[in-house]
């Protein structure tokens, strides 16, 4: 099984960037489809961004589309979520998760990162 840890998180201020990296270790990294889900204190869990294992395709939640993209370097075997003009209501605990196809559903993955807190200060 693959394992997943996910850094890059931090505070920043609204309007403003952060790149968040997963990195993969263990088994194959390249066959796995990855996704971005983000977690708000008393919330569930929610769908970021996907991409497939070749990175030709990507899928992103509405509220992130135009401002967040998902991209992957297989020789690196790392996944990055590009985050640009941040809104507070992004802060979160994002999580890398592995899975077999691009999907948007939490149980459609089945290796998940620790997590990485981003906060996004007004």
């Known amino acids: 099984q693959v394992q997943l840890v996910e850094s890059g998180g931090g505070l920043v201020q609204a309007g403003g960037s952060l790149r968040l990296s997963c990195a993969a270790s263990g088994r194959a990294f390249s066959p796995y489809a990855m996704g971005w889900f983000r977690q708000a204190p008393g919330k569930e869990r929610q769908f970021v961004a996907a991409?497939?294992?070749?990175?030709?395709?990507?899928v992103y939640a509405d509220s992130v589309k135009g401002r967040f993209t998902i991209s992957r370097d297989n020789a690196k075997s790392t996944v990055y979520l590009q985050m640009s003009s941040l809104k507070p209501e992004d802060t979160a605990v994002y999580y890398c998760?592995?899975?077999?196809?691009?999907?948007?559903?939490?149980?459609?993955?089945?290796?998940w990162g620790q997590g990485t807190q981003v906060t996004v200060s007004s």
């Open positions: 998760a592995a899975g077999l196809r691009v999907r948007v559903r939490t149980n459609d993955y089945d290796t």
């Open positions: 991409v497939s294992w070749t990175g030709s395709s990507t």
